[in-house]
């Protein structure tokens, strides 16, 4: 069982990144999916949540430019960030949840800089 995540980087304020989270020895379509994020010195914080039976959750500061979905062919998640700020740089972790089974990503590096 295991997440891996793909598609972090360096970019600049303004740009477009999409990460990738493809699961593995589970079937994510039955789980809530969850986006963290941990900026330097400061706590993990939720920036997404996804659950099957309710709308999806943003956090104030990337409503409207983050876009959490998932492809449950392809048994991946993944986070659309449009127009990025330089404080959206952290360390991104995606999360499965159902009951007592939460699974986490190894984490990346999302770099907003000019």
């Known amino acids: 069982v295991q997440l891996v995540e793909s598609g972090g980087g360096l970019v600049q304020p303004g740009d477009s990144l999409r990460l990738s989270c493809a699961a593995s020895?589970?079937?994510?379509?039955?789980?809530?999916i969850n986006w963290f994020r941990q900026a330097p010195g400061k706590q993990r914080e939720l920036v997404a949540r996804?659950?099957?039976?309710?709308?999806?959750f943003y956090t104030d500061s990337v409503r409207g430019r983050f876009t959490c979905s998932r492809d449950n062919a392809k048994n991946t998640m993944y986070l659309q960030m449009n127009s990025l700020k330089p404080e959206d740089t952290a360390v991104y972790y995606c999360?499965?949840?159902?009951?007592?089974?939460?699974?986490w990503g190894q984490g990346i590096q999302v770099t907003v800089s000019s």
């Open positions: 996804s659950s099957i039976s309710v709308s999806t």
């Open positions: 020895g589970f079937t994510l379509g039955y789980y809530t």
């Open positions: 999360n499965a949840k159902l009951g007592i089974r939460d699974y």
